[in-house]
């Protein structure tokens, strides 16, 4: 059974920074692409940055780069969002998510990981 376990989301001032976590069991986490998304109330859920299997790869939503940084640590199955310089409108619910190489579709949702900022 495949499982993403997101943690530490929490409320931060402007300017603050995050570390986002997440902890995938169940799968084997070479294989997988690992992303995060976000979701803020009222909007659809968007694409914040995907690291590649073995995490020479990276990419960041316009709106994220610069600020956030993605990485992943294979062997312990864990993937992180560095969240640095957070604004008002980077409140949402995070998401981990993974995709199976080479498939197009994430396969794999966490529960998400709640980070509100204050202005």
């Known amino acids: 059974q495949v499982q993403l376990v997101e943690s530490g989301g929490g409320l931060v001032q402007a300017g603050g920074s995050l570390r986002l976590s997440c902890a995938a069991s169940?799968?084997?986490?070479?294989?997988?692409?690992m992303g995060w998304f976000r979701q803020a109330p009222g909007k659809e859920r968007e694409f914040v940055a995907h690291?590649?299997?073995?995490?020479?790869?990276?990419a960041y939503d316009d709106s994220v780069k610069g600020r956030f940084t993605i990485s992943r640590d294979n062997a312990k199955k864990m993937v992180y969002l560095q969240m640095n310089s957070l604004k008002p409108e980077d409140t949402a619910v995070y998401y981990c998510?993974?995709?199976?190489?080479?498939?197009?579709?994430?396969?794999?949702w966490g529960q998400g990981t709640q980070v509100t900022v204050s202005s």
């Open positions: 998510a993974g995709r199976r190489i080479p498939t197009t579709e994430y396969n794999y």
């Open positions: 169940g799968l084997t986490f070479s294989s997988y692409i």
């Open positions: 690291i590649s299997w073995g995490g020479g790869n990276t």
